[in-house]
Protein backbone atom coordinates (compact mmCIF):
# COMPACT_ATOMS: atom_id res chain seq x y z
CA UNK A 1 0.00 0.00 0.00
CA UNK A 2 1.05 3.06 -0.94
CA UNK A 3 0.20 6.77 -0.56
CA UNK A 4 -1.09 6.64 -4.20
CA UNK A 5 -3.66 3.90 -3.68
CA UNK A 6 -4.67 4.63 -0.34
CA UNK A 7 -6.22 7.55 -1.55
CA UNK A 8 -10.14 7.91 -2.94
CA UNK A 9 -9.79 6.97 -6.99
CA UNK A 10 -11.12 10.56 -8.16
CA UNK A 11 -7.86 12.26 -5.93
CA UNK A 12 -5.38 9.64 -7.67
CA UNK A 13 -6.89 10.09 -10.93
CA UNK A 14 -6.79 14.60 -10.49
CA UNK A 15 -2.89 13.36 -9.27
CA UNK A 16 -2.28 11.56 -12.59
CA UNK A 17 -3.79 14.29 -14.45
CA UNK A 18 -1.77 16.57 -13.19
CA UNK A 19 1.04 14.82 -13.10
CA UNK A 20 0.24 14.49 -16.96
CA UNK A 21 -0.12 18.25 -17.32
CA UNK A 22 2.87 18.85 -15.82
CA UNK A 23 5.49 16.51 -17.59
CA UNK A 24 3.37 17.83 -20.86
CA UNK A 25 4.90 21.65 -19.95
CA UNK A 26 7.78 19.73 -19.72
CA UNK A 27 7.29 18.08 -23.14
CA UNK A 28 7.08 21.31 -24.45
CA UNK A 29 10.37 22.93 -22.99
CA UNK A 30 12.10 20.09 -24.63
CA UNK A 31 10.60 20.67 -28.06
CA UNK A 32 11.20 24.06 -28.26
CA UNK A 33 14.64 23.99 -26.76
CA UNK A 34 16.19 20.42 -28.09
CA UNK A 35 16.43 21.10 -32.03
CA UNK A 36 18.01 24.30 -30.91
CA UNK A 37 20.13 22.72 -28.09
CA UNK A 38 19.16 25.12 -25.48
CA UNK A 39 19.51 23.74 -22.03
CA UNK A 40 16.27 22.69 -21.07
CA UNK A 41 16.64 23.16 -17.18
CA UNK A 42 17.87 27.12 -17.58
CA UNK A 43 17.16 29.47 -18.35
CA UNK A 44 13.32 30.04 -17.03
CA UNK A 45 10.48 29.73 -19.55
CA UNK A 46 10.36 33.24 -21.78
CA UNK A 47 8.69 34.65 -24.55
CA UNK A 48 9.56 33.63 -27.87
CA UNK A 49 8.42 36.92 -29.32
CA UNK A 50 9.52 40.09 -26.71
CA UNK A 51 11.93 37.50 -24.87
CA UNK A 52 10.42 38.45 -21.28
CA UNK A 53 10.41 35.99 -18.39
CA UNK A 54 6.88 34.67 -18.08
CA UNK A 55 6.03 34.55 -14.48
CA UNK A 56 5.04 31.23 -13.01
CA UNK A 57 1.51 32.44 -12.48
CA UNK A 58 1.20 32.23 -16.25
CA UNK A 59 2.82 29.07 -16.80
CA UNK A 60 0.54 26.87 -15.26
CA UNK A 61 -0.53 24.36 -17.92
CA UNK A 62 -4.22 24.81 -19.53
CA UNK A 63 -5.31 27.51 -17.09
CA UNK A 64 -2.90 30.56 -18.29
CA UNK A 65 -3.49 29.18 -21.96
CA UNK A 66 -7.13 30.11 -20.94
CA UNK A 67 -6.92 33.05 -18.56
CA UNK A 68 -4.44 34.91 -21.47
CA UNK A 69 -6.62 34.17 -24.34
CA UNK A 70 -3.91 32.88 -25.86
CA UNK A 71 -1.57 35.68 -26.26
CA UNK A 72 1.68 36.60 -24.13
CA UNK A 73 0.46 39.31 -21.43
CA UNK A 74 3.39 41.38 -21.76
CA UNK A 75 3.48 41.70 -26.06
CA UNK A 76 0.18 40.24 -27.23
CA UNK A 77 1.94 37.73 -29.50
CA UNK A 78 -0.24 34.45 -29.86
CA UNK A 79 1.26 31.48 -28.35
CA UNK A 80 0.39 28.74 -30.53
CA UNK A 81 -2.26 25.95 -29.34
CA UNK A 82 0.02 23.07 -30.20
CA UNK A 83 1.54 23.77 -26.60
CA UNK A 84 -2.20 23.30 -24.90
CA UNK A 85 -2.66 20.10 -27.10
CA UNK A 86 0.60 18.74 -25.95
CA UNK A 87 -0.35 19.04 -21.80
CA UNK A 88 -3.94 17.66 -22.80
CA UNK A 89 -2.15 14.55 -24.80
CA UNK A 90 0.43 13.85 -22.00
CA UNK A 91 -2.40 14.08 -19.63
CA UNK A 92 -4.59 11.97 -20.99
CA UNK A 93 -1.74 9.61 -22.39
CA UNK A 94 -0.95 9.07 -18.32
CA UNK A 95 -4.70 8.89 -17.59
CA UNK A 96 -5.19 5.58 -20.31
CA UNK A 97 -2.04 3.77 -18.81
CA UNK A 98 -2.96 3.98 -15.09
CA UNK A 99 -6.09 3.06 -16.25
CA UNK A 100 -4.79 -0.07 -17.88
CA UNK A 101 -1.63 -0.93 -15.33
CA UNK A 102 -2.90 0.56 -12.02
CA UNK A 103 0.25 2.17 -9.68
CA UNK A 104 2.58 -0.38 -11.56
CA UNK A 105 6.03 -0.38 -12.63
CA UNK A 106 4.67 -0.70 -16.27
CA UNK A 107 2.59 2.90 -15.53
CA UNK A 108 6.24 4.60 -13.92
CA UNK A 109 7.50 3.08 -17.21
CA UNK A 110 4.95 5.01 -19.15
CA UNK A 111 5.68 8.26 -17.23
CA UNK A 112 9.30 8.32 -19.24
CA UNK A 113 8.67 6.81 -22.38
CA UNK A 114 5.01 8.69 -22.83
CA UNK A 115 6.11 12.12 -22.52
CA UNK A 116 9.21 11.27 -24.96
CA UNK A 117 7.69 10.03 -27.42
CA UNK A 118 5.31 12.83 -28.02
CA UNK A 119 8.38 14.90 -27.62
CA UNK A 120 10.18 12.73 -30.30
CA UNK A 121 6.87 12.63 -32.69
CA UNK A 122 6.30 17.07 -32.58
CA UNK A 123 10.08 17.46 -32.90
CA UNK A 124 10.65 15.16 -35.92
CA UNK A 125 7.20 16.58 -37.57
CA UNK A 126 8.80 20.19 -37.23
CA UNK A 127 12.47 19.67 -37.77
CA UNK A 128 12.23 16.15 -39.33
CA UNK A 129 15.70 15.33 -36.81
CA UNK A 130 15.78 13.38 -33.73
CA UNK A 131 17.69 14.17 -31.15
CA UNK A 132 20.39 12.46 -30.27
CA UNK A 133 19.70 14.01 -26.51
CA UNK A 134 16.60 11.54 -25.94
CA UNK A 135 17.40 8.90 -28.24
CA UNK A 136 21.12 8.20 -26.31
CA UNK A 137 19.56 8.83 -22.65
CA UNK A 138 16.87 6.55 -24.40
CA UNK A 139 18.65 3.39 -25.07
CA UNK A 140 20.28 3.52 -21.49
CA UNK A 141 16.81 3.73 -19.82
CA UNK A 142 15.83 1.23 -22.59
CA UNK A 143 18.81 -1.35 -21.31
CA UNK A 144 18.24 -0.55 -17.46
CA UNK A 145 13.99 -0.89 -17.83
CA UNK A 146 14.30 -3.78 -20.23
CA UNK A 147 16.38 -5.33 -18.26
CA UNK A 148 14.26 -5.09 -15.12
CA UNK A 149 11.56 -6.70 -17.84
CA UNK A 150 12.94 -9.22 -19.63
CA UNK A 151 16.60 -9.78 -18.09
CA UNK A 152 20.00 -8.39 -19.74
CA UNK A 153 20.13 -10.85 -22.74
CA UNK A 154 16.65 -10.30 -23.87
CA UNK A 155 17.13 -6.42 -23.67
CA UNK A 156 20.70 -6.61 -25.71
CA UNK A 157 18.77 -9.13 -28.12
CA UNK A 158 16.16 -6.31 -28.63
CA UNK A 159 18.57 -3.38 -29.03
CA UNK A 160 20.45 -5.07 -31.88
CA UNK A 161 17.55 -6.60 -33.91
CA UNK A 162 15.60 -2.96 -33.61
CA UNK A 163 19.07 -0.61 -34.29
CA UNK A 164 19.81 -4.09 -36.91
CA UNK A 165 16.64 -3.92 -39.02
CA UNK A 166 16.65 -0.16 -39.52
CA UNK A 167 20.61 0.10 -40.03
CA UNK A 168 20.25 -2.60 -42.86
CA UNK A 169 17.06 -0.64 -44.50
CA UNK A 170 18.90 2.76 -44.41
CA UNK A 171 21.58 1.41 -46.00
CA UNK A 172 20.36 -0.84 -48.81
CA UNK A 173 17.62 2.54 -49.45
CA UNK A 174 21.22 4.39 -49.58
CA UNK A 175 22.65 2.52 -52.00
CA UNK A 176 19.36 1.92 -53.95
CA UNK A 177 18.28 5.65 -54.60
CA UNK A 178 21.29 6.95 -53.90
CA UNK A 179 20.06 9.50 -50.97
CA UNK A 180 19.34 9.13 -46.85
CA UNK A 181 16.26 7.83 -46.41
CA UNK A 182 16.14 6.60 -42.91
CA UNK A 183 18.39 8.77 -40.80
CA UNK A 184 20.44 8.17 -37.74
CA UNK A 185 18.14 8.98 -35.36
CA UNK A 186 15.22 6.90 -36.12
CA UNK A 187 17.97 3.93 -36.01
CA UNK A 188 19.10 5.06 -32.33
CA UNK A 189 14.95 5.51 -31.88
CA UNK A 190 14.33 2.13 -32.49
CA UNK A 191 17.59 0.57 -30.88
CA UNK A 192 16.25 1.96 -27.36
CA UNK A 193 12.49 0.47 -28.00
CA UNK A 194 14.12 -2.66 -29.09
CA UNK A 195 16.16 -2.40 -25.65
CA UNK A 196 13.18 -2.13 -23.24
CA UNK A 197 10.35 -4.01 -25.23
CA UNK A 198 12.41 -6.69 -26.62
CA UNK A 199 13.07 -8.53 -29.75
CA UNK A 200 9.30 -9.67 -30.50
CA UNK A 201 7.88 -6.42 -29.98
CA UNK A 202 10.53 -4.46 -31.71
CA UNK A 203 9.08 -6.41 -34.74
CA UNK A 204 5.63 -5.55 -34.19
CA UNK A 205 6.19 -2.11 -33.77
CA UNK A 206 8.05 -1.54 -36.53
CA UNK A 207 4.92 -3.65 -38.76
CA UNK A 208 2.76 -1.47 -37.45
CA UNK A 209 4.72 1.96 -38.11
CA UNK A 210 5.45 0.53 -41.65
CA UNK A 211 1.43 0.20 -42.18
CA UNK A 212 0.60 3.39 -40.65
CA UNK A 213 3.30 5.67 -42.85
CA UNK A 214 2.26 4.05 -45.77
CA UNK A 215 -1.72 4.37 -45.26
CA UNK A 216 -1.24 8.07 -44.25
CA UNK A 217 1.50 8.35 -47.52
CA UNK A 218 -1.02 7.00 -49.92
CA UNK A 219 -3.42 9.48 -48.54
CA UNK A 220 -0.97 12.14 -48.62
CA UNK A 221 -0.56 11.37 -52.71
CA UNK A 222 -4.17 11.15 -53.41
CA UNK A 223 -4.82 14.08 -51.79
CA UNK A 224 -1.69 15.49 -53.27
CA UNK A 225 -0.40 16.69 -50.08
CA UNK A 226 2.57 14.80 -50.88
CA UNK A 227 4.80 13.11 -53.84
CA UNK A 228 6.96 10.42 -54.47
CA UNK A 229 9.91 12.62 -53.30
CA UNK A 230 8.54 14.45 -50.13
CA UNK A 231 10.60 13.47 -46.99
CA UNK A 232 7.67 11.80 -44.43
CA UNK A 233 9.01 11.92 -40.85
CA UNK A 234 9.27 8.30 -39.64
CA UNK A 235 9.39 9.33 -36.07
CA UNK A 236 5.50 10.27 -35.46
CA UNK A 237 4.79 6.81 -36.94
CA UNK A 238 7.48 4.65 -34.65
CA UNK A 239 5.89 6.31 -31.77
CA UNK A 240 2.65 5.96 -32.34
CA UNK A 241 3.54 2.19 -32.76
CA UNK A 242 5.35 1.96 -29.64
CA UNK A 243 2.99 3.14 -27.54
CA UNK A 244 0.24 1.06 -29.27
CA UNK A 245 2.58 -2.15 -28.50
CA UNK A 246 3.16 -0.76 -25.03
CA UNK A 247 -0.97 -0.92 -24.50
CA UNK A 248 -1.57 -3.70 -26.22
CA UNK A 249 1.35 -5.40 -27.76
CA UNK A 250 0.58 -9.07 -25.90
CA UNK A 251 -3.36 -8.81 -27.17
CA UNK A 252 -1.66 -8.32 -30.81
CA UNK A 253 0.51 -11.19 -30.63
CA UNK A 254 -1.97 -13.55 -28.73
CA UNK A 255 -4.68 -12.34 -32.03
CA UNK A 256 -2.01 -12.98 -34.83
CA UNK A 257 -0.80 -16.36 -33.67
CA UNK A 258 -4.69 -17.59 -33.03
CA UNK A 259 -5.35 -16.21 -36.75
CA UNK A 260 -2.01 -18.81 -37.85
CA UNK A 261 -3.12 -21.52 -35.95
CA UNK A 262 -7.30 -21.20 -36.83
CA UNK A 263 -6.09 -20.48 -40.83
CA UNK A 264 -7.82 -17.65 -41.39
ZN1 LIG B 1 5.71 38.31 -25.27
Redesign the pocket.
Known sequence: MNILTAAPYYLQITTVLLLGLTLGSFVNVCIYRLPKNESIIAPRSH??????NIPIWDNIPILSYLILKGK??????SISIIYPIVEVSAALLLLAGFIKFGVSIKFSILCVIGPTLLTIAIIDIKHKIIPDMITLPGIIFGIVAGSYLFGVKESLVGLISGGGIFLLVSEVYYRVRGRVGMGGGDIKFIAAVGALLGTKNVFLIIFLSAFMGSVVGLIGLVVKKVNTTTQVPFGPFLAAGTLIVYFSGEDIIKIYMASIVGGY
Open positions: CQSCNKCRQCDT
